[in-house]
């Protein structure tokens, strides 16, 4: 399950592939933890979610709530198919606060 970083601008641009499930959520857990910490603003891809359960959702609210009392900016961006159906059947795009882009297809 690998986390792709790249860092420019001040920014950490994280990208997830793959699944954001029970199955792959300690090893994401293990490489998505050492990036919260560092100074500056983060941004996580997850334009490449194939599938997310509840355990994709709590590994992201953990990182909200660790960014948030770091005071670091966290955004989600480039939610795929996978992941706005399971914000939208757990009605959490106020949580995370971030725009989702809907496509006309999805409907």
């Known amino acids: 399950m690998p986390i792709i970083c ?14 954001m499930t029970i199955y792959t959520a300690a090893e994401l857990a293990t ?10 603003e983060l ?3 997850l334009s490449q979610v194939t599938e ?4 994709g ?5 953990l990182a909200k709530r660790e960014t948030l009392q770091l005071g670091r ?11 706005l159906d399971t914000f939208e059947l757990c009605d ?8 989702l882009v809907v496509s006309a297809s999805s409907h």
């Open 73 to 83: 900016p966290l955004r989600l961006i480039g939610h795929s198919q996978a992941v």
């Open 52 to 55: 997310m359960d509840s355990s």
């Open 92 to 99: 959490l795009a106020g949580y995370f606060g971030d725009p």
């Open 6 to 19: 790249d860092t420019y601008a001040g920014v950490s641009h994280l990208r997830i592939e793959g699944e």
């Open 31 to 40: 490489e998505l933890l050492p990036f919260l910490t560092p100074p500056g």
């Open 43 to 45: 941004e996580i891809d």
């Open 57 to 61: 959702v709590q590994l992201l609210m």
